[in-house]
């Protein structure tokens, strides 16, 4: 019997440019819910950077976990 194996890989930006979708996503963030401009100089600056690090670069350190979490899913949903 002849077995298969698999591995993916996470080849964002590799095999799908999704920057831009990620950007808009962040301005309807803006738009919708902050109401804090995302700019793409902080886009250029944030790239490759994880939610956690980007939100309260953004919005203001301090954020709880949980708010960070909160905008993270929702940015993900949107």
């Known amino acids: 019997m002849l077995r298969q194996h698999a591995v993916i890989f996470d080849m964002d930006g590799v095999l799908v440019d999704s920057n831009e979708a990620h950007f808009l996503t962040f301005q309807r963030m803006a ?6 401009p995302f700019t793409r100089e ?3 600056r944030s ?3 994880h939610n956690k690090t980007i939100f309260p670069m953004w919005l203001g350190e301090g954020m709880s976990d949980a708010r ?3 905008l993270a899913d929702l940015k993900e949903a949107m």
């Open 31 to 36: 738009a919708e819910i902050t109401g804090k």
């Open 42 to 44: 902080l886009w250029a």
């Open 68 to 70: 960070i979490n909160e």
């Open 47 to 49: 790239i490759g950077m």
